[in-house]
């Protein structure tokens, strides 16, 4: 199994961690056959708050999604120009190759309006990030999303969620759809979540 992390810059760590820590547990500690790449639109990519980066093993033009199981994506924050990448046709063009090869899209908060944008949430339930009188809920169910206010929504291949505490439920539904629930659950147990 294969998965993508992609990061548009002024991504959260909180939101890139879990699943970065949660496949390498799997990998590293249970010796699980799944690998992961980070990527995105150049080899540095900042994150939200204090200047830290992150460096990607791959960039987003040399990406085939056959090549992958899933796509994670973390939310980001709009004041550190999460959507100037995430918005980009090129980064709704690999989100609409995952979808339509019915590829495990796992998103996490904002993350979710790339994908309404790109067409592949269109009549489809999910939800984004629910505070501030749920003004990014509007945005999604703009892009024809049955918006679910809930903190984890599934609509066949695609995982939303609606705030940055809800990214490690995330990441584990990612890996208990790729690996299994049994070994899902060992990861779980191993990083002390029940």
Not at 22 to 41: P, R
Not at 102 to 129: F, H, M, W
Not at 172 to 184: D, I, N, S
């Amino acid at each position: 199994m294969k998965v993508l992390l992609f990061c548009c810059k002024g991504f959260e760590m909180m939101e890139f961690a879990p699943f970065y820590d949660v496949v390498g547990w799997a990998k590293s500690e249970y010796g699980y056959d799944i690998e992961l790449d980070t990527c995105s639109f150049n080899a540095s990519v900042p994150s939200a708050f204090w200047g830290t980066e992150i460096r990607t093993d791959k960039l987003i033009q040399d990406i085939r999604a056959e090549d992958y199981d899933a796509l994670a994506i973390p939310g980001g924050d709009h004041l550190y120009g999460f959507f100037e990448e995430a918005y980009d046709e090129r980064f709704l063009k690999l989100i609409r190759d995952f979808n339509n090869q019915e590829k495990i899209i796992a998103s996490v908060c904002v993350a979710a309006l790339p994908i309404g944008k790109s067409g592949s949430l269109a009549g489809r339930n999910a939800t984004t990030y629910h505070l501030s009188d749920g003004y990014r809920q509007k945005e999604l169910a703009g892009f024809g999303v049955n918006v679910i206010n809930e903190p984890v929504v599934i609509d066949r291949n695609i995982i939303t969620s609606y705030c940055p505490q809800t990214a490690p439920a995330v990441a584990f539904e990612m890996l208990e759809r790729l690996l299994g629930k049994e070994k899902a659950d060992t990861v779980r147990s191993g990083m002390g979540f029940r």
